[in-house]
């Protein structure tokens, strides 16, 4: 059976209102939380200028959401539908005969940026950035890359464009403008807006507001509160007291002597985060990538939780690979979600059918589950807010009617509770920065 199509007179007035930003502004960027309809927004925006200024689109996106999504949300509206639409992911084979082909829009996934300059495919009508975010490295190849491709309009999408603070909006920036608001380079944005902090590692901001007066120029902010009427959110924290909790502190102080022994740097301090993030889920690999079984405390957990909620069917963010192995040998009727499972499993979820699914928690973009379930269990946690709130809002989003539950389980006095105060305080930086940077009259 075919889903009635939508309308462009379905569109909600604060979509409309985005939708004009784009065409006003020409390059611009949209701060909308999860469930606004951001991609709609881009593709009607597209429409609207379509062989009067532009011919070409090209969307530039994570990999499951430019295989998926957007060629699923232009199926839904009449206005859309026929927009010929090519999918450059893949090999290279498959990548240069996307781009060959005569389409009204593009989508590549961010990995593949810098390839598709070498091959000379750079110049568009119009870009749009997916997750514009994932470009905040400055020394990334891939911004490297972006920044030398030109085009009439450039809108960079987010729902969570800072997940580190201010300093991540350079990059983003730089896309728009070229370095016309904040300089040529981020060192010289350091230079004018940060201090180092006193411990020496990172930056502290000491003119956000000037830079949030500067960002309301090309940026707009929406936040989904204002606009959607959700369901309450429940947060739960659910202990896990690890077994052999001495061979557990013993194993985090070695690691520490370790990296007090060499120099420090975000890539042995992520080693460390992730081996003891690892211990308290209850595996670990070795230096030969086997996995080595340390408790089964939070598998004793998610079991217990499931029991109390009988007659749900439940989401569960996983970190490792290992983790997925354990989960899925001790529910076997469990299935992962992939990105070459989602066309199949979304569709079984929604209609109640999957009892419970798997998902890697930084893969989580881009779905709309929100009609099969209302339970998150958050087995292994995640340092990045962008895929946490992402995650979340894959069933705490509009159309879902029931109280969303999200349960975390942290291992006591581990790394696990770091985690979630670090979560917690750039989710509230988060909140902080929608609420001063959204519009004064939403």
């Keep these: 059976m075919s889903l009635k199509l939508l309308h462009k007179s379905d569109l909600e007035p604060y979509q409309n209102k985005a939708i004009k930003y784009i065409l006003d502004k020409k390059r611009c960027g949209l701060g909308l939380k999860p469930g606004l309809g951001k991609t709609i927004c881009a593709l009607t925006a597209f429409t609207e200028i379509l062989d009067k200024k532009v011919k070409k689109l090209l969307i530039i996106a994570p990999l499951t959401i430019a295989k998926n ?36 829009i593009y989508v590549i996934n961010q990995e593949n940026v810098e390839w598709m300059y070498d091959k000379g495919f750079s110049k568009y009508g119009m870009i749009v950035v997916d997750e514009s975010h994932e470009f905040k490295g400055s020394d990334s190849y891939r911004f490297k890359a972006l920044k030398k491709f030109s085009s009439i309009y450039m809108v960079l999408l987010s729902g969570t464009p800072a997940p580190n ?75 896990v007291i690890i077994d052999n909790y001495e061979e557990y502190k013993s194993f985090e102080k070695e690691f520490y002597l370790k990296i ?15 081996k003891l993030i690892q211990y308290c889920n209850g595996a670990i690999y070795d230096q030969d990538k086997n996995v080595v079984i ?26 490792f690979k290992s983790d997925e192995d354990r989960i899925r040998d001790k529910f076997p ?57 992402q995650f979340n809002a894959r069933l705490h989003r ?45």
């Design 69 to 104: 999504v957007w060629i699923n949300e232009i199926s839904k509206w009449s206005h859309t539908i026929n927009l010929r639409i090519s999918i450059c992911c893949g090999d290279e084979e498959t990548r240069l005969a996307g781009l060959n082909n005569d389409a009204d």
């Design 165 to 239: 603070g201010l300093i991540d909006f350079w990059s983003q920036q730089y896309l728009i403008d070229k370095g016309k608001m904040f300089g040529d380079t981020i060192t010289g944005f350091r230079k004018h807006y940060f201090r180092q902090k006193e411990n020496g590692y990172g930056y502290e901001c000491v003119y956000s507001k000037l830079i949030m007066n500067k960002l309301k120029r090309n940026w707009l902010f929406m936040d989904s509160k204002d606009y959607l009427d959700l369901p309450d959110k429940i947060m739960i924290t659910s202990p």
């Design 260 to 274: 007090q022994e060499s120099e420090i740097s975000a890539v042995n301090a992520g080693v460390l985060c992730n």
């Design 294 to 319: 340390i408790h089964n405390n939070k598998l004793d957990m998610l079991e217990e939780i499931m029991k109390q909620h009988s007659e749900e069917n439940f989401l569960i963010a996983y970190n």
């Design 333 to 389: 009727h469990s299935v992962t979600m992939t990105a070459k499972t989602v066309n199949e499993l979304e569709p079984l979820w929604n209609e109640g059918k999957i009892k419970m699914m798997l998902c890697q928690c930084n893969s989580g973009r881009g779905l709309n589950i929100q009609k099969g379930g209302r339970i998150i269990i958050w087995f292994g946690l995640t340092f990045r807010l962008d895929s946490y709130i």
């Design 398 to 442: 509009q159309g879902q009617d029931k109280p969303v539950i999200i349960y975390h389980l942290v291992g006591k006095d581990c790394k696990d509770e770091r985690v979630m105060k670090v979560i917690g305080h750039k989710d509230l930086t988060q909140q902080e920065l929608f609420e001063i940077l959204k519009s004064k009259d939403d």
